[in-house]
């Protein structure tokens, strides 16, 4: 069995009964992993047992610090028979492994803009898959467990893609940029080697922001008064529910956010203003609309994309009375409705991919 260290300091609180402590709180006591030194000293400040003989024995003590060797994941409760996760995580799979095969087959969609579509249709598909399976799990089998090392490359993968989610937005916006403002050297400037290198610095700044999350967690928090998270491993469902000072993960997680968030949010705004103003130089209100229209697709994204993660942050950190199933819902949302969503917005308001669907669909049928 694993063991349960507790501070002395813990008894000033008064007597109080542990379990009912715990069960209000909605706690939940771990599996936990080897615990160094396990011999009992006198005059310790630590108390060191077993769980049973804990919760048995020791009930005045009301706060617990835990050492755990995984967590535990619950979903959203009573959720379980609806069929809605398993559609959801199959339509975004579909939807993006669509987009893929028909820029790589239609040459007429070898173009930077494309090329970028791809790279956004990738990182969804790890957005989606790296969260989705262990909430299926949960929903079949009751597998809730995850592994604190799973639990960790989790939050990597999470926002290390989301990051690069964002940097492909940037790049996408000077694709737009350069293709209104500058439409004659469009083809000199965006060359397949400059594509390739704006999405290998996109995935580079994702890995530089969001590798130290995990080292840090790893290193400075090793003690948790819980293990329970509603959804997915996020940095702030994991800190939160750290005993240890926290405040280094806090900043530094706020400064990424603000990186990510803030910073390419205005970087955006910046380069539609550029390209709102070239617009409204054009001659006719048809050339206008129409040059618009190449950017509606690149909007509806962006939006899709910023507002849930932007609202499932703020909660995050500041909405501590909201109940948790908002929380999952929020999460759920900025990691499985944008790969859900963009491919439908990019098969609906790109033409050449309307058409090259259009006609796969009607080869299908012929075959049939």
Same mark, same amino acid.
């Given at each position: 069995?694993?063991?349960?260290?507790?501070?002395?300091?813990?008894?000033?609180?008064?007597?109080?009964?542990?379990? @009912?402590?715990?069960?209000?709180?909605?706690?939940?006591?771990?599996? /936990?992993?080897?615990? +160094?030194?396990?011999?009992?000293?006198?005059?310790?400040?630590? *108390?060191?047992?077993?769980?049973?003989?804990?919760?048995?024995?020791?009930?005045?003590?009301?706060?617990?610090?835990?050492?755990?060797?995984?967590?535990?994941?619950?979903?959203?409760?009573?959720?379980?028979?609806?069929?809605?996760?398993?559609?959801?995580?199959?339509?975004?799979?579909?939807?993006?492994?669509?987009?893929?095969?028909?820029?790589?087959?239609?040459?007429?969609?070898?173009?930077?803009?494309?090329?970028?579509?791809?790279?956004?249709?990738?990182?969804?598909?790890?957005?989606?898959?790296?969260?989705?399976?262990?909430?299926?799990?949960?929903?079949?089998?009751?597998?809730?467990?995850?592994?604190?090392?799973?639990?960790?490359?989790?939050?990597?993968?999470?926002?290390?893609?989301?990051?690069?989610?964002?940097?492909? *937005?940037?790049?996408?916006?000077?694709?737009?940029?350069?293709?209104?403002?500058?439409?004659?050297?469009?083809?000199?400037?965006?060359?397949?080697?400059?594509?390739? =290198?704006?999405?290998?610095?996109?995935?580079?700044?994702?890995?530089?922001?969001?590798?130290?999350?995990?080292?840090?967690?790893?290193?400075?928090?090793? /003690?948790?008064?819980?293990?329970?998270?509603?959804?997915?491993?996020?940095?702030?469902?994991?800190?939160?529910?750290?005993?240890?000072?926290?405040?280094?993960?806090?900043?530094?997680?706020?400064?990424?956010?603000?990186?990510?968030?803030?910073?390419?949010?205005?970087?955006?705004?910046?380069?539609?203003?550029?390209?709102? =103003?070239?617009?409204?130089?054009?001659?006719?209100?048809?050339? =206008?609309?129409?040059? /618009?229209?190449?950017?509606?697709?690149?909007?509806?994204?962006?939006?899709?994309?910023?507002?849930?993660?932007?609202?499932?942050?703020?909660?995050?950190?500041?909405?501590?009375?909201?109940?948790? +199933?908002?929380? @999952?819902? /929020?999460?759920?949302?900025?990691?499985?409705?944008?790969?859900?969503?963009?491919?439908?917005?990019?098969?609906?308001?790109?033409?050449?991919? =309307?058409?090259?669907?259009?006609?796969?669909?009607?080869?299908?049928?012929?075959?049939?």
């Amino acid at each position: 069995m694993g063991q349960v260290m507790v501070s002395r300091s813990s008894a000033r609180v008064g007597a109080r009964d542990l379990n @009912t402590n715990f069960l209000d709180q909605g706690y939940l006591i771990c599996d /936990l992993g080897h615990l +160094p030194g396990t011999e009992q000293k006198e005059n310790s400040t630590a *108390f060191w047992g077993t769980r049973s003989s804990f919760l048995s024995s020791h009930a005045h003590f009301s706060y617990v610090c835990l050492i755990p060797s995984s967590f535990q994941l619950t979903g959203i409760p009573g959720l379980e028979s609806l069929h809605i996760w398993h559609s959801m995580y199959l339509v975004a799979v579909v939807g993006n492994v669509t987009i893929l095969a028909v820029v790589r087959v239609e040459h007429s969609l070898h173009q930077p803009m494309y090329f970028f579509l791809c790279m956004l249709a990738i990182v969804d598909l790890v957005l989606s898959t790296s969260t989705m399976p262990k909430p299926l799990g949960i929903f079949w089998f009751g597998a809730g467990d995850i592994g604190l090392d799973a639990c960790l490359a989790q939050m990597f993968l999470i926002h290390c893609f989301a990051a690069v989610e964002s940097g492909i *937005f940037l790049a996408m916006a000077f694709d737009r940029y350069v293709a209104i403002c500058d439409p004659l050297h469009h083809t000199t400037v965006l060359t397949q080697g400059v594509v390739g =290198r704006l999405g290998l610095a996109a995935l580079l700044r994702g890995v530089l922001y969001i590798g130290p999350l995990p080292l840090m967690i790893c290193l400075q928090l090793s /003690l948790y008064k819980a293990c329970v998270i509603s959804h997915s491993c996020e940095h702030m469902a994991v800190v939160i529910l750290a005993c240890g000072d926290s405040r280094v993960n806090n900043v530094y997680g706020l400064s990424i956010g603000f990186l990510v968030l803030i910073m390419d949010s205005m970087a955006l705004a910046a380069s539609y203003v550029m390209i709102f =103003r070239a617009v409204m130089g054009l001659a006719t209100p048809e050339a =206008r609309l129409k040059t /618009l229209g190449t950017c509606s697709s690149h909007i509806c994204a962006i939006l899709i994309f910023y507002v849930p993660i932007a609202v499932s942050s703020l909660l995050h950190r500041f909405g501590h009375q909201v109940p948790p +199933p908002i929380h @999952t819902l /929020l999460a759920n949302f900025y990691l499985l409705i944008p790969p859900i969503l963009n491919p439908i917005v990019y098969a609906v308001r790109t033409k050449q991919i =309307r058409e090259r669907l259009l006609q796969i669909l009607k080869r299908e049928t012929k075959i049939r």
